[in-house]
């Protein structure tokens, strides 16, 4: 036990060191914004390199428990969920967007918006469908540190883990919500929902980890997860529906809510089977 606590913190620490050492660096030093996905690659990468640096050097455990295989036959199901379910949490939250706020989506001006060129809807889709694909690797940076490490070193059961890494996933992120990136909103209610909006992610994510055998997919849905639903929501909620940061967050915690309620209910994170 204390051989997995002495990884658990030095885990947090290398992976909180770097990645707020990273914003503070672009911010004060820089002064450079945080939207430039090249001044983000230190933070995105901080998990992978604090799991690595743990597994070989710190506690020298090893890396046979990472579930690092691609699994492509075994886990398709899994694989197509986390492809496709980040389009259907957009759909659910400019659905639910335009029911409250009363507005009408204008679909039209999004190609514009998102992709900088009045280009067809042909091109968003591919974006939107193959842009994940592409950037798995990027979010592996992520996944292979929350998941294949963090998830796994709780010392609880299943459901409680992926709580609690999502609870400490999100505070990771908290430097963020006072940069350009999370920035518009009270600061309190931004990191009130974007908290309440990671947990639930979180579940989700293990509930994929664990069920398909592989910390690909997680990236896949990570992936889809930025570059679909996060690209998308702001030119659709925010600048056309007028609705704050901390508002949209709860607009897309409400269908992935009823989907954690689905997988809890149902036990499936409980008894975590591989596929």
């Given at each position: 036990m204390g051989h997995n606590r002495t990884g658990v913190i030095a885990y947090l620490l290398i992976a909180f060191g770097i990645a707020w050492g990273d914003i503070a660096l672009v911010v004060f030093v820089l002064d450079g914004s945080l939207m430039n996905p090249l001044l983000q690659l230190p933070m995105a990468f901080a998990p992978a390199i604090a799991a690595i640096v743990v597994r070989k050097w710190i506690t020298k455990e090893g890396f046979g428990d990472v579930k690092g295989r691609l699994r492509l036959g075994a886990a398709k199901r899994y694989y197509l969920l986390a492809w496709a379910g980040p389009v259907a949490v957009?759909?659910?939250?400019?659905?639910?967007?335009?029911?409250?706020?009363?507005?009408?989506?204008?679909?039209?001006?999004?190609?514009?918006?998102?992709?900088?060129?009045?280009?067809?809807?042909?091109?968003?889709?591919?974006?939107?469908?193959l842009a994940p694909v592409l950037a798995m690797p990027v979010f592996w940076g992520e996944e292979f540190g929350w998941r294949?490490?963090?998830?796994?070193?709780?010392?609880?059961?299943?459901?409680?883990?992926?709580?609690?890494?999502?609870?400490?996933?999100?505070?990771?992120?908290?430097?963020?919500?006072?940069?350009?990136?999370?920035?518009?909103?009270?600061?309190?209610?931004?990191?009130?929902?974007?908290?309440?909006?990671?947990v639930l992610q979180a579940v989700v994510l293990a509930w994929l980890f664990l069920r398909s055998g592989s910390?690909?997919?997680?990236?896949?849905?990570?992936?889809?997860?930025?570059?679909?639903?996060?690209?998308?929501?702001?030119?659709?909620?925010?600048?056309?529906?007028?609705?704050?940061?901390?508002?949209?967050?709860?607009?897309?915690?409400?269908?992935?809510?009823?989907v954690c309620a689905w997988i809890l209910l149902t036990g499936r994170l409980r008894r975590p089977e591989m596929a």
């Open positions: 957009l759909a659910s939250a400019v659905g639910l967007g335009a029911a409250v706020g009363g507005y009408r989506p204008d679909l039209g001006t999004v190609p514009e918006q998102v992709l900088g060129a009045d280009l067809p809807w042909a091109a968003v889709l591919g974006f939107a469908l294949s490490y963090l998830q796994q070193r709780t010392g609880r059961g299943t459901v409680a883990a992926a709580v609690v890494t999502g609870l400490v996933w999100a505070a990771w992120h908290y430097p963020l919500v006072f940069t350009d990136y999370a920035s518009g909103g009270p600061w309190a209610l931004t990191i009130l929902t974007w908290t309440l909006l990671i910390v690909w997919v997680a990236c896949l849905a990570h992936a889809g997860n930025n570059l679909v639903v996060g690209a998308f929501a702001d030119p659709l909620l925010v600048e056309q529906g007028g609705f704050a940061g901390w508002q949209v967050n709860l607009l897309q915690a409400v269908p992935i809510a009823a």
